[in-house]
Every structure is written in C-alpha cells, then in structure tokens.
C-alpha cells in the first residue's frame, strides 16, 4: 500500500502549497473574466521560433513555478510539478489573416484574452506572429495572475531581453528603472500580519461585520488607523452606473494607442506640479468622459473609480513571484469638463491614497479571503468590484532600447485581468522615452476600444497646449486654464 502510495506520489508530481493571496487570485476565474495577465511584445524583424524557444528555456523555465500546474484539493491549492510539460505546447507558432497589420493584431490578441488557459497544464502560454505589420513579429504571453502580480510578470518577461541583439547566453538586462515605491509600508513590523488578521476577522462575519456597531470597538484594540482604513475601504458606496458597468460577456476587446513622448508629459507634470502617473490618469478620464458623451452617457458630475494596484514588494524581491500588492480606490473625474481641474483632482486624490494604507488593508483582505470558502469569496468579490468602474495599471520599464532573440523590441503592451463585475482595463506602460497606452474591455461594454484608444493623444495635447500657453513662473491652474482654452469642454 505505502509502495503504490509512493507511485502515485511520482506520477503526480512534487506538490507546494500555495499562498493564501495567489490562492485568492486562482480562485477568482470567472468565464466572463479569465485571471490571466494578456502582453503584446512588438518588434521590427521577423523571429525565430527555435531561437525563442532557446530563450524560453534557459530564462523563463529558470523559475520553477513555470513548470508547475495549479491544482485545487481538499487540503487547498497547491503548485505540482507537470511530469508532462512540452514546451511545444506553451510556446506556439501563429499567423494573421489578411495584411497582418495592428488591427488584425488586435483582433487576434482579443481573441486569446477571452480563452481561458487550460488547468491541466501550467497556466501559461506565449504566441510567435509571423509577418506583422510588413515584415516584423510579434509576441503575444499570456500569464495566470495566480503566478504573480503585473509587476512581477512584466519583470519576468523584461528579464527575457538584451541591451543588445548579439548578446552572449545568460547576460541579463540591469533593472535600474525598478523603484522602491511604497515597499516600505509592508516591511513595518508586523504590518501585514495584522492586516491578515484584520481581514479573517471580516470574512468570518460574512462581510456584513462593517454594519456592526461593535465593530469600532473590535478594531479599536488593533490601531485607530487600521479601522479606520478598514471601515472606509469596506463602506464605500458602489460606482454609479454608466454604459461601463453592465452584465458582462465572454468576448474580451482590446486596442493600443499610438504612444506618447515621455518628456513632454514629464513636462506637463512640472508645470502643474504633479507627478508623471497623475497626467496619464487624468488623460485616461479625459478619454473616457469623451467616449462617453460620444455614446450618449450623462457625465455631468460623474466621477468614477479604478482600482490601481500597489506594488509591496521589496526592491531587492523583484523577480521573485507570487503577488504583492495592495489595490486602492482612484477617483477618474469623467463629468469634469476643465482638463486642468481634472488633473487636479486626479493628483488630490493620489495624494490622500499615498497617505492612507488602503493598499495594505486590500492586501491582507486577499490573504484572508484565499482561506475562506469559495462562496465567501464569491460574495467578497462582488462586494468590491461594485466600488468601482475600471481597473487601472501603470508600470515603468527601462528607458532604453531591448532585444529579444536578436529583435529589437519596438513597442508592447499589457492587461491585468478585471474582477468581478468590473469590464474595463486601463493599462499604462512607459518604454524606450515613449508611453504606450492600452485598453481591455467587456464587448458588450465597449465594443470598439479603438474609440477610446484614440481620444489618449487628443486628450493629452489638451494638456499639452495648456500647460504651453500658460505662465511658466507660476503654476497653472484650473482658473488660468479656463481662460487659455478656447471654448467650452
């Protein structure tokens, strides 16, 4: 008995157990929104498949987890070796129909963000295009967010790459464009933990424990800031409606636009005093409200919410994976006409969440709910995902240009999947001096992300030409805004 104990044990593969946050993430597909993190890598010259596949091997393979396959027992999820793995399988030769250009692109990379991965074998896959846009290639990975955070992937993915295209096996890009950001909040002592514990005590009672009166007094033994962190991030009220909320489908849309020029958004940020992320967040609502009244929506005072991931991880974890972040509440100001005010509220907004631990209290509330019963996180998810409209992502890359398998990497773009009930993906992702743009969304929410996609550079050259009309001794204001623009939004 204990001898077929054993062969089973083998056939089945060596077993880890999973965290209880990646756990959480595992168990947060749905048909209407696959837990995958969805990139599009671009590059001028056509690649070699055996050639990427060398790389594949030798690079990606090197974490282990990657020929793990997450599987789901009575004693929890666990990661388990595939004794089966065939790299064929998970990176595979693809072609576009017609001229192979960026909307046949487009519709291709639609198409595999609707598909969920298959659980049967490691959840990851990566599609080499053959003969994109005249010549090049493309690289389509796809990535369960059970693996790690966007992040953490977008690191993975990066450390496939040279600063050169002959460069020898094994040298790898320097990440001097990783920051430290917010990664001291979770190594105060003991700061997650509490969090954790703080979040089981939610979960436990059903969520309903922010109704309860004695709730104060509960929280009031752990810290004043932490209930009071707790009790916003659990009384929110739910995102007002609009044609981006709605039941949601199976079909995913996803567009890209033409990116942007880093310095002169740098430059938009120093004449408001604001921070680079705060412009692109205030472009992305500027695209959006146009969208909106374009579609007939009533945006008069309307403002949304995104969740915006926060990094925790350490600078020195940075290619470790798992996922460590924390989700905050932004504010995107759609029914704001003024595109200066907008940003003004926009950076207020970020400013207050910079201050606040929301992140962490999200964080340990996933770390609780990858304990509870599948239908307690069911509820817990669509508790949250009614606070808000979108999901928003901004990651910086390294400014300088990258290689992979001898090609020179011209432009990419990634999404993180959305929960529950949220449809739509706002990702930023700065590169090479240039910022790109890009949209998932439900296809029954927004059809034609490209009519989005393209509102980006005109909402940006709004600010643009503001910020180039105004005083450069003072800063612009709303005020001095609405003044310099030439008629009403």
């Known amino acids: 008995m204990a001898m077929a104990t054993r062969a089973g ?26 837990m995958m993190i969805t990139g599009v890598l671009m590059f001028a010259e056509p690649m070699s498949l055996d050639r990427l596949k060398r790389v594949v ?28 793995f065939n790299l064929d399988w998970h990176v595979q030769h693809a072609a576009l129909p017609g001229r192979g250009d960026k909307r046949a692109l487009e519709r291709f990379v639609s198409q595999l963000a609707s598909s969920p991965l298959n659980h049967d074998r490691p959840l990851w896959q990566f599609h080499l295009v053959e003969c ?15 693996y790690a955070d966007g992040i ?9 790459t ?84 709605g039941r949601l489908g199976v079909s995913k849309r996803v567009a890209w ?43 008069d005072g309307l403002t949304l919410r995104a969740t915006v991931p926060v990094n925790l991880r350490p600078l020195e974890h940075a290619r470790k994976l798992g996922n460590h972040f924390g989700l905050v509440f932004l504010d995107l100001p759609v029914g704001e006409g003024n595109p200066i005010r907008r940003l003004e509220r926009v950076a207020q907004c970020m400013e207050e969440l910079k201050r606040s631990r929301q992140a962490i209290v999200a964080y340990g509330l996933l770390a609780a709910l990858g304990m509870a019963p599948a239908s307690m996180q069911g509820l817990a998810l669509e508790l949250f995902s009614r606070k808000a409209t979108a999901v928003a992502t901004n990651v910086p890359g390294p400014q300088q240009p990258l290689y992979l398998a001898g090609c020179m990497l011209r432009e990419m773009m990634f999404w993180v999947p959305q929960t529950g009930s949220i449809g739509v993906g706002i990702s930023i992702l700065s590169y090479n001096n240039r910022v790109h743009f890009g949209l998932i969304a439900d296809g029954r929410l927004i059809p034609d992300p490209d009519a989005v996609i393209r509102r980006f550079g005109a909402e940006f050259e709004k600010l643009l030409y503001l910020s180039l009309m105004g ?8 005020e001095a805004a609405e003044a310099l623009m030439p008629a009403a939004n």
């Open 152 to 160: 953490a992937l977008v690191q993975v993915l990066l450390s496939l």
């Open 257 to 299: 636009a033409e990116p942007l020029d880093l310095e002169e958004v740098k430059a938009v940020g120093r004449a408001c005093d604001c921070t680079v992320n705060d412009v692109l967040m205030a472009t992305a609502a500027g695209a959006l409200r146009s969208y909106m009244i374009e579609r007939g929506d009533n945006v």
């Open 162 to 245: 040279d600063t050169k295209p002959d460069a020898e096996d094994g040298e790898e890009l320097s990440r001097t464009w990783l920051k430290q950001q917010h990664a001291g909040v979770a190594r105060r002592v003991g700061a997650v933990d509490r969090y954790v514990k703080l979040g089981s005590k939610v979960v436990e009672k059903g969520l309903e424990m922010y109704r309860d009166p004695t709730l104060a007094g509960v929280l009031a033994k752990e810290g004043g800031e932490i209930a009071r962190e707790l009790l916003n991030a659990l009384a929110l009220s739910d995102d007002p409606p609009s044609l981006l909320r």
């Open 9 to 34: 044990t083998r056939r089945r593969g060596r077993r880890e157990p999973m965290s209880r946050v990646d756990t959480a993430w595992l168990r947060m597909e749905r048909p209407t929104n696959p």
């Open 471 to 478: 005083n450069w001794d003072t800063r612009l204001d709303a």
């Open 57 to 84: 091997k030798e690079r990606f393979l090197s974490y282990r987890r990657f020929r793990q396959k997450a599987v789901v027992s009575s004693a929890g999820a666990q990661w388990e070796t595939d004794l089966n």
């Open 132 to 146: 994109y846009d005249g010549g090049g290639s493309a690289l389509v990975a796809r990535i369960h967010h059970s």
